[in-house]
């Protein structure tokens, strides 16, 4: 019945939060510094920047600016070689290397989901500390958002209506199955959300294999 559907969802849906928050483990802080712009710059350009330390939680800029990151990452307590960062800066990210190459795009937000992030970047340990250094932009992957733009031109402050911020950013073990396992129920647990009809043999054995797996 409906009553019993929305406890067996409610199970799933913190199966998931709990599957995202144990794929990066043994986890140890960043350290961050920053330099803001309102100029995007040439990667080549910000390694000499003049940076400042930035901690979590600590909003570094507004609509539309920019931020260069340097990330230093102490790995002296990991045995293991297969690490990742789990970062969340405010915006879109790219991670980029000393010879500014791009490694991979981040996101802290997203236009089509309001939970969505893609936070994780996983590398190989080479040395007992390791430093990288990542772009930020103070926008959705479209900008800012219809109701921020308006609001934008009718406002003197027009870079009030977007928070750039740090929101949390630490190394730490990656775990690839549980990695796996995350993949799997968020790709059944969409299908199942297309699906019109909650009633059907399909809706309900996707359900049954999600809660099969949460009980394992």
């Given at each position: 019945?409906?009553?019993?559907?929305?406890?067996?969802?409610?199970?799933?849906?913190?199966?998931?939060?709990?599957?995202?928050?144990?794929?990066?483990?043994?986890?140890?802080?960043?350290?961050?510094?920053?330099?803001v712009t309102d100029e995007r710059l040439p990667l080549s350009s910000t390694f000499t920047l003049d940076r400042?330390?930035?901690?979590?939680?600590?909003?570094?800029?507004?609509s539309w600016q920019s931020a260069y990151f340097k990330v230093k990452a102490d790995l002296s307590s990991f045995?293991?070689?297969?690490?990742?960062?789990?970062?969340?800066?405010?915006?879109?990210?790219?991670?980029?290397?000393?010879?500014?190459?791009?490694?991979?795009?981040?996101?802290?937000?997203?236009?089509?989901?309001?939970?969505?992030?893609?936070?994780?970047?996983?590398?190989?340990?080479?040395?007992?500390?390791?430093?990288?250094?990542?772009?930020?932009?103070?926008?959705?992957?479209?900008?800012?958002?219809?109701?921020?733009?308006?609001?934008?031109?009718?406002?003197?402050?027009?870079?009030?209506?977007?928070?750039?911020?740090?929101?949390?950013?630490?190394?730490?073990?990656?775990?690839?199955?549980?990695?796996?396992?995350?993949?799997?129920?968020?790709?059944?647990?969409?299908?199942?959300?297309?699906?019109?009809?909650?009633?059907?043999?399909?809706?309900?054995?996707?359900?049954?294999?999600?809660?099969?797996?949460?009980?394992?």
């Amino acid at each position: 019945n409906e009553g019993r559907v929305k406890i067996a969802l409610k199970r799933i849906s913190n199966y998931i939060k709990n599957l995202e928050e144990s794929v990066v483990t043994d986890v140890v802080p960043l350290s961050l510094s920053v330099y803001v712009t309102d100029e995007r710059l040439p990667l080549s350009s910000t390694f000499t920047l003049d940076r400042h330390p930035v901690s979590i939680g600590e909003v570094w800029g507004s609509s539309w600016q920019s931020a260069y990151f340097k990330v230093k990452a102490d790995l002296s307590s990991f045995q293991t070689e297969d690490l990742a960062l789990k970062i969340s800066l405010g915006g879109e990210m790219l991670i980029y290397d000393g010879n500014a190459l791009p490694l991979m795009g981040l996101t802290s937000v997203s236009a089509f989901n309001a939970t969505y992030k893609k936070d994780i970047y996983r590398f190989q340990k080479r040395s007992d500390e390791e430093t990288f250094f990542i772009e930020v932009a103070a926008n959705d992957i479209f900008g800012l958002k219809r109701d921020e733009v308006k609001r934008d031109r009718n406002c003197e402050n027009a870079k009030a209506f977007y928070v750039g911020a740090v929101e949390y950013a630490y190394v730490g073990v990656y775990q690839e199955e549980i990695w796996q396992l995350l993949m799997e129920a968020k790709a059944l647990y969409s299908l199942y959300k297309a699906i019109a009809d909650k009633t059907s043999t399909r809706s309900l054995r996707i359900l049954s294999a999600l809660l099969d797996s949460a009980d394992k």
